[in-house]
DNA sequence: GTGGTCTAGACCACC
DNA sequence: GTGGTCTAGACCACA
């Protein structure tokens, strides 16, 4: 079910993307959950709009690996797949390694500047607990990585990859690992990057990547039915 | 300008799919050009459907960057950003070297066999000068090795990098790095999965990427309207 | 257009079967013409129906190959396929050759009387002009035939076959090859069924088979519309 | 009984469409044995769908005298008929017979080679003992024989005849003519074509199809239930 | 109750 | 808004 907050329509934007982008975050932080039926006259009548933005948007959602549209029956959030999400962080390890390795050598002292504030921010977040605005401090704290090497799309490739991730994150709110490990993490790769040493960059992000909470056992003895069979 | 001879649509499967294909086709190997303006209106037209289905089409092309939507203005096939092609071969050596490596554990006999086979069949394509014939067994090569560390998001994320690469190539054959030396770079892997020997196959893997011709260096000077400005 | 006067639905008969019949019909004298559309709505509401016994009844015709259904774009009867014509007087004329050989031996006495029989009743029709009773003593005439070598799955196969021939047939109505030489035809090949000779009945229905009018010609240059591209 | 491990329905392709052939699949090579009843309520269970598509596939089983529909009784697994194989043998000859006879002038080259290789790949099949793959390799080679002759349409309506042989197949696999004999007869017929010798060809096919294995006695005798009293 | 048949309504994709 | 497909539910006949 969409929350009946919805997030109103900005005037100069087109209508698909913003539908995409809410129905993304809701898909994310498991609004809608995992295998629950979502269709688009209802979604467009919610919106005000017509059916067509929404459509649109159900496209991106499916390139995105988030819904799934099956013909004649309906469309469905996309349940979460172990192996696809395990597949996605070996994907992103892979990436990101030599996107740290890269960066020990490419990144300007100012973006390590900014990296150093984004750190001091998480440590804010964590004290109030605010997870929200910690993933939100994380996203750009990767993000600011790839730019460093002006590679962009990097990031662009990993934020449908973290999309899978990041469900699991928020089913797991709580059970997390803990917020002080993930920052000590980052603040390593910082180390690391400022030394210009790209042996340990590639070493601090490959560690960071590993723990992050993959454990889906708790979760998915307690919801099988958000998981996707074997 | 489209083919006259369009694939006919086949009854059971979405029109919008059979269509994002074809035109996917058509831009990666350039029989549509870069920066050439297409029509959803003329296309539905040739293929004999409403405008509807194209439009879907379209949406998963932009998706995939490999058209470009401007409103109010028409709809254009992306020009060839040496940037992106640059930094997509980054992230294709990072991801697919991860795999070599992991491959070189997990591979099972048959997909070594399999790999064998490929090869034999890519030195007849060279034999017989069939281009074509030699990108399509290149690519079962790559998409095998995916399959046999059980990670085909792997190479579906590589695929749409691998498209912008390969209209580079297309646009270069005939002075396309000699057939030859790819097959004895994956000749190479091959050698290095059977002695399952990790560095071996990621050192053969990384060669093999960066040997790739990537030089738009003449064709850009043949024709400089094919490329974005920087 | 289906015609204003239905057939009304008996009571005790499986409505589906009643409305594939009446369709079939339709379909095979050209009421329904080669190429229209059909919907199964339109239809269920002028026999005063739902919709799913005309489903069944469509599966149906798309097994006889009569109709057409293109999932998501329409249901229409099916275009005049020349070769799908020729190849199937072929297929006739192996088959019933076939039957009229063995034939010869097992068809009893009985049969034969009621072939003669047939006959006689052929030219009256004739002599009346009355075309359709003649189609159906023509059709009575060979499924004897079958009938005569315990073999009816002959007749079942061919008498889809046949609706296709008949559908040609209806559309050159005077056109046709005089009646005269059918019933001599058919009036051969029982004499040499009498004469117990499988050779002579062989070749008796091998020409009669051979003389079935199938010049396209003259109707297709005048509809080319109702037969389909090559 | 159905298999438990059914196929996962795919999504692009009509339900009705896949049910239709894992069903017949399980018919004809007797997963389902001949007067085995069957519910569409219980299939469609399995499936996961509702009884209209399993309805739908029974309907196209029932025109390819699969299964029987006896109202308000139920519905069976088509037993056995004696008389419909030896009648569906004698047909299959008379149309394979004129094929073989036309192709002998009209099939390529290519083709030529086709069957060859085909031939080759049925030695491997028998070797391997895997009657299985050979039953498919059977089944293409004969294909390949309707194409030369631009006449599928003689494959499709021998299909459905070859469908209620081959269970007598399934039945008695071990005791089925060797499989050595058989190929030794395909190549027969290849010679033949390949002599361009119409009625070398027409002697080889029917010799080939007289060879068939119908012999029910013993399994008849062990299982009287699954034929058809006559 | 079971099984065959029919009705009404919903949804996706295309016009 | 339409057409094709699927779902859910009702009815009737037979056991």
Known sequence: MLPTDLPALSAHEPVNLQIYRALRQCIVNCTLLPGEAISDKEISEQFGVSRQPVRDAFIKLVG?????VLPQRGTFVMKISPKRVLNGRFIREAVEVAVA???ADKISD???LALAANIEQQKLAAARNDTARFLALD????TT???????????????DIKAHMDRVRYLSLGEITSL???IAQHAAIVHALRSRDPAMAEEAMRSHLR???????PIRERNPDWF???
């Open 145 to 159: 990585l790839s730019r460093s090497i002006d590679c962009i799309e990097a990031w662009e490739l990993i934020e």
């Open 180 to 182: 002080q490990m993930l």
């Open 64 to 68: 995105a690996g988030l819904i799934q």
């Open 211 to 217: 723990e992050i909470n993959l454990s889906f056992g």
């Open 110 to 112: 100012e973006q390590l």
């Open 139 to 142: 996203e750009e704290f990767h």
């Open 101 to 103: 390795r890269n960066a």
């Open 228 to 230: 996707e069979a074997e």
